[in-house]
């Protein structure tokens, strides 16, 4: 659905009239477009004397082909980029601010001590007002629960208050993230920092991600632009929304789509599959039967690389007006067979090494929700499934993450009475609702082969919604 209010925003009179009465201006947010860098324009660095994750970003600049500036505080930059055959040069002459850049990446793992934190003040004091619009902040930290010394592990863990606080601050549509990157990890970051950096990420902000060390000995992918070449994906709820945007980045990326859907939608089903070439499957997935019977289509398929648990119900109602099967019904949908599909495609085999479990699951399970007691256990159950079985699927070299979207334009929020559509737009950093593509690409990030260090992740695609903040 159109967004009436963003189209206003950025006409002439629209932008003039939001200034002059102090209304939101949403900007229009950059996406990702096949074949595109992964940024376009500079990104600055800045860290302290103790900085560790420096040649692992010199490493990773120099594969997307970026060009860096140093901040001054970070002088060892310099020798380090040349090292590694960057184009790169010194932010700002003195005291004066530099050029315009589209990215600031800071290297807080040197940070042992809240004392320290004025490297924090000082780089982000100076360039703050220099990032570009739709601009990336990226601050790199060590996980506090690692951390040996309790001093160490607080000012690791006040990174978050920090990042989080920026993503309110910077505005024009800029979105800045906390990556905790456990030691011996640094060789598994360069997928998560492309996502980041690229306009894939643009409908998330205000997130903390971690990255240990891969579960898998998966390489990063012989082409960059095709990262799923050759991969076999599953995709529930693929008739429509999210889950035909999932199918069809999906395919973008080179994959072979298994698009599935109950036999209702079996017309727009087959109109997706035979839009990314691929398959489709018709099937109650709350049936009994359903789990093994995926894995017997796994098996008979020569087993799948990726499962996307998207599939999913609302019956609402408040749990005192609310009948049991509704209840009953959304759980089994939404929890409860992804458990067991997830348990018989492990069991018999059906995932191939290096496979990768992404579920859906919702701001609803974060901030909860008046009517939706059902869904919002059903969606947060997803959650703390990930978190605790991805332990369990790691020594097997499988991942699993999760994506919780805020708003996002859809049919279902498009039937939302206009007062609360409106807020559900407005009330995040961004001052809009996402689109199903900005769902699909962070899927696709979790799916990557270069992936392998992400797991137990749930990661907000909600522009920084305020809800459950």
Same mark, same amino acid.
């Given at each position: 659905?159109?967004?009436?209010?963003?189209?206003?925003?950025?006409?002439?009179?629209?932008?003039? !009239? $939001? %200034? /002059?009465? =102090? *209304?939101?201006?949403?900007?229009?947010?950059?996406?990702? &477009?096949? +074949?595109?860098? #992964?940024?376009?324009?500079?990104?600055?660095?800045?860290?302290?004397?103790?900085?560790?994750?420096?040649?692992?970003?010199?490493?990773?600049?120099?594969?997307?082909?970026?060009?860096?500036?140093?901040?001054?505080?970070?002088?060892?930059?310099?020798? !380090? $980029? %040349? /090292?590694? =055959? *960057?184009?790169?040069?010194?932010?700002?002459?003195?005291? &004066?601010? +530099?050029?315009? #850049?589209?990215?600031?990446?800071?290297?807080?793992?040197?940070?042992?001590?809240?004392?320290?934190?004025?490297?924090?003040?000082?780089?982000?004091?100076?360039?703050?007002?220099?990032?570009?619009?739709?601009?990336?902040?990226?601050?790199?930290?060590?996980?506090?629960? /690692?951390?040996?010394?309790?001093?160490?592990?607080?000012?690791?863990?006040?990174?978050? +208050?920090?990042?989080?606080?920026?993503?309110?601050?910077?505005?024009?549509?800029?979105?800045?993230?906390?990556?905790?990157?456990?030691?011996?990890?640094?060789?598994?970051?360069?997928?998560?920092?492309?996502?980041?950096?690229?306009?894939?990420?643009?409908?998330?902000?205000?997130?903390?991600?971690?990255?240990?060390?891969?579960?898998?000995?998966?390489?990063?992918?012989?082409?960059?632009?095709?990262?799923?070449?050759?991969?076999?994906?599953?995709?529930?709820?693929?008739?429509?929304?999210?889950?035909?945007?999932?199918?069809?980045?999906?395919?973008?990326?080179?994959?072979?789509?298994?698009?599935?859907?109950?036999?209702?939608?079996?017309?727009?089903?087959?109109?997706?599959?035979?839009?990314?070439?691929?398959?489709?499957?018709?099937?109650?997935?709350?049936?009994?039967?359903?789990?093994?019977?995926?894995?017997?289509?796994?098996?008979?398929?020569?087993?799948?690389?990726?499962?996307?648990?998207?599939?999913?119900?609302?019956?609402?109602?408040?749990?005192?007006?609310?009948?049991?099967?509704?209840?009953?019904?959304?759980?089994?949908?939404?929890?409860?067979?992804?458990?067991?599909?997830?348990?018989?495609?492990?069991?018999?085999?059906?995932?191939?090494?290096?496979?990768?479990?992404?579920?859906?699951?919702?701001?609803?399970?974060?901030?909860?929700?008046?009517?939706?007691?059902?869904?919002?256990?059903?969606?947060?159950?997803?959650?703390?499934?990930?978190?605790?079985?991805?332990?369990?699927?790691?020594?097997?070299?499988?991942?699993?993450?999760?994506?919780?979207?805020?708003?996002?334009?859809?049919?279902?929020?498009?039937?939302?009475?206009?007062?609360?559509?409106?807020?559900?737009?407005?009330?995040?950093?961004?001052?809009?609702?996402?689109?199903?593509?900005?769902?699909?690409?962070?899927?696709?990030?979790?799916?990557?082969?270069?992936?392998?260090?992400?797991?137990?992740?749930?990661?907000?695609?909600?522009?920084?919604?305020?809800?459950?903040?």
């Amino acid at each position: 659905m159109s967004d009436s209010y963003l189209n206003f925003a950025n006409s002439a009179m629209g932008a003039k !009239l $939001a %200034n /002059a009465l =102090g *209304l939101p201006k949403p900007l229009v947010l950059e996406r990702y &477009q096949a +074949g595109q860098a #992964v940024i376009q324009g500079t990104v600055m660095v800045g860290g302290s004397a103790d900085s560790t994750l420096l040649p692992a970003l010199a490493r990773v600049f120099h594969s997307i082909n970026a060009n860096t500036v140093a901040h001054r505080q970070l002088p060892q930059w310099m020798a !380090l $980029a %040349n /090292a590694a =055959g *960057l184009m790169t040069g010194r932010w700002g002459i003195e005291d &004066q601010p +530099g050029e315009k #850049v589209k990215a600031l990446v800071f290297d807080a793992t040197g940070l042992s001590d809240s004392s320290q934190s004025t490297a924090l003040y000082d780089f982000f004091h100076d360039a703050a007002r220099s990032v570009l619009p739709c601009g990336r902040v990226i601050v790199l930290g060590r996980p506090p629960e /690692a951390c040996k010394a309790p001093r160490q592990a607080t000012m690791q863990r006040a990174l978050e +208050g920090l990042t989080r606080s920026l993503a309110n601050e910077l505005k024009k549509a800029i979105a800045v993230q906390l990556v905790y990157v456990a030691e011996g990890a640094e060789t598994a970051l360069e997928s998560t920092l492309r996502f980041l950096l690229s306009p894939r990420s643009t409908y998330v902000s205000g997130q903390v991600i971690r990255v240990s060390v891969a579960v898998d000995a998966g390489l990063a992918p012989a082409d960059w632009t095709a990262p799923l070449a050759g991969k076999k994906v599953l995709v529930t709820g693929a008739s429509r929304g999210i889950g035909a945007s999932i199918a069809e980045v999906m395919a973008r990326e080179g994959a072979e789509v298994i698009c599935l859907d109950v036999p209702q939608a079996l017309d727009s089903l087959n109109a997706v599959a035979q839009q990314v070439a691929g398959k489709s499957i018709a099937m109650d997935i709350g049936a009994a039967d359903a789990p093994q019977l995926l894995a017997d289509a796994a098996l008979a398929d020569g087993g799948w690389d990726v499962v996307v648990h998207n599939a999913g119900i609302t019956r609402d109602k408040t749990v005192a007006n609310m009948q049991p099967h509704f209840w009953e019904m959304v759980v089994n949908v939404n929890l409860s067979t992804q458990e067991r599909i997830n348990e018989a495609l492990v069991e018999r085999g059906a995932l191939k090494s290096g496979a990768r479990i992404i579920c859906v699951s919702s701001i609803s399970g974060i901030a909860g929700n008046v009517g939706q007691t059902n869904y919002a256990l059903s969606k947060a159950g997803v959650i703390g499934m990930v978190q605790s079985m991805a332990p369990h699927l790691a020594p097997l070299g499988i991942t699993l993450n999760a994506v919780a979207p805020g708003f996002i334009e859809t049919a279902m929020t498009a039937a939302v009475p206009f007062a609360l559509r409106e807020a559900g737009r407005r009330m995040n950093s961004m001052s809009q609702g996402g689109l199903p593509q900005d769902v699909a690409e962070a899927i696709c990030w979790f799916a990557s082969p270069a992936s392998g260090g992400v797991t137990g992740n749930v990661v907000r695609v909600c522009g920084q919604s305020i809800m459950g903040a």
